[in-house]
């Protein structure tokens, strides 16, 4: 399997995404679909996140990979067989912000690996809180580009609080990779400097680690 | 045996010749502080020409560093294509929703007149103002976002690398009208007096995108850009990384680089010496909560790695200061390079 893998990551690299097809559809008849995800799809964007971490990949890949891989899983699968993962109820925002890229990657990343969760798109601390009440959010993601907007965190943290909520708030963007406490600063219970960072993090959620 | 002191312009001449001068010198790239400086909110400050130029004499003085920086903020390029711009209390003010939002609308796109655009007529009138009260003594900062880059602002961050891997050819279309933009509005800020250009190109890091497409896409953009631009210019990828590219950024032309804090300051200045001059890379998030000890650690640990030799200008990495760095760090941050940056530097334990 570390072959497939290898190939499967090279094409997502170069942004093939016929090759990558190619790599997925010749796999489907040797192992099981939920097998494709885990060992191929999840553990390629791993190492890509990683790779972008450690500055041997660039974000356009990380981007790039996450896009393919989702539509990947989308098409190939037979439809309504897709395997999801049970999780808690999620949502993932950008807050303040108009920077969608980071969260876009993330929602791919957690799509293709089986994840399912909601886009609230962009939204202000207030109108998050409402979401999350409204919908039941158990675990909810936050994406920032901009330095003050990651400082809003803290607000949403405490309408919370305010609110009795327990929900777990994961978050992720430049100003908290610059910066490697910020994320505890403003009320975090998570940071996550990847978008692979985060399919750890709701693994270790789902298994009851918080 | 004291010397007279070289002026801001002589001491960044000297160490962008890859020589030393008196002392490291240091752009402290300050913005939204001129409003705290004014005691006005940051959407008056922004408001008008005099303010700015006020702000930004009256921090020069403060802390001594060895340039004016004439720049707004980010969004204000956007305005000038007619997006939106929406202001915050504790930061600066954000692009709103894109201009571009399907295809179509980049084969539309008219190049905004720069004399006929009340925003970018304000940055000129700044520039004046300063230069009127600045001589030829200090370097006044200019700034432009790269015409690679600024289609973050224009189309949003997804969009656009969709557009670079899938639309060669509209990739072309666009940017063929931002370089045209982009060369108008640099050569605008020096003639109002501008001594340099910082052509801001995060798209380029390494951060963002690899080599092997920079070469492709951001190099001969920059390449072509840059000779158009009728002075020097700084390139700056705003906190992204820039040591895989660093020695072809240094063949598009630009005479400075500007360093993430994610990269090691000597690595960086090894690769550079003599080719390029270095401007970074303190950690402007960070910085925030920086204590004096802290703040006077890091600037004397930057001279150490980077300062040597000259080709170096001590600044922090992301080219605007944040809002929330308080006047003290500043302040210690000056006393530092004024007190450790003497050359020849001195290293001891």
Known sequence: MAEVLYEFQEALLSTDIVKARQVLSETINKITFEQIIETVVVNALENIGKGWEKGEYALSQVYMSGRICEELVDTIFPQGNTPRKPSPKMAIAILNDYHALGKRIVYSTLRASGFDLLDYGRVSPAEIVQRISDDGIEVILLSVLMFPSALRVKDVRDMLDKKGSKVTIVVGGAPFRLDPHLWKQVGADFGAHTASDTIDIIKSISAGGV | ?349
Not at chain 2, 102 to 109: S, Y
């Open chain 2, 1 to 349: 045996m004291d010397q007279k002191p070289m002026s801001s312009l002589q001491r960044v001449l000297t160490t962008l010749s890859h020589r030393e001068a008196d002392r490291v010198p240091f752009f402290l790239l300050l913005t939204m502080h001129g409003a705290k400086e004014l005691g006005v909110s940051i959407r008056e400050y922004f408001s008008n020409a005099e303010s700015v130029a006020k702000g930004q004499i009256s921090m020069r003085k403060k802390y001594r560093h060895d340039c004016f920086y004439n720049f707004f903020y980010a969004a204000l390029e956007v305005e000038a294509w007619g997006g939106e711009v929406l202001y915050i209390d504790d930061g600066p003010p954000n692009a709103g929703a894109p201009i571009i939002r399907n295809h179509n609308d980049i084969t539309r796109l008219t190049v905004p007149q720069v004399k006929d655009t009340p925003c970018l007529v304000k940055v000129l009138n700044a520039t004046r103002i300063i230069k009127e009260n600045a001589g030829d003594e200090v370097p006044i900062i200019g700034v432009v976002m790269s015409p690679f880059s600024l289609p973050i602002m224009q189309m949003g961050f997804p969009a656009y690398l969709d557009l670079i891997y899938e639309q060669p050819m509209l990739f072309q279309q666009l940017m063929a009208v931002n370089q045209d933009f982009c060369v108008e509005w640099a050569n605008a800020q020096l003639e109002a007096g501008a001594t340099a250009i910082c052509y801001f190109d995060p798209v380029s890091s390494s951060t963002i995108i690899p080599r092997e497409l920079y070469l492709k896409t951001g190099y001969p953009v920059a390449k072509n850009t840059l000779s158009r631009i009728k002075g020097p210019t700084a390139t700056h990828l705003a906190s992204g990384r820039c040591l895989p590219v660093a020695e072809d950024i240094a063949q598009t032309g630009t005479a400075v680089i500007g360093v993430s804090a994610e990269e090691d300051l000597e690595e960086v200045k090894k690769i550079c010496r003599g080719k390029i001059t270095v401007l970074g890379n303190l950690n402007g998030i960070e910085m925030s909560r920086w204590n004096m000890e802290q703040t006077a650690a890091t600037v004397i640990e930057a001279i150490a790695k980077a300062g040597v030799g000259g080709g170096f200008i001590l600044s922090d990495n992301h080219g605007e200061i944040p809002w929330q760095v308080p006047e003290d760090v500043l302040m210690t941050l000056s006393e530092t390079v004024h007190t450790y940056g003497r050359y020849p530097i001195l290293m001891e334990e």
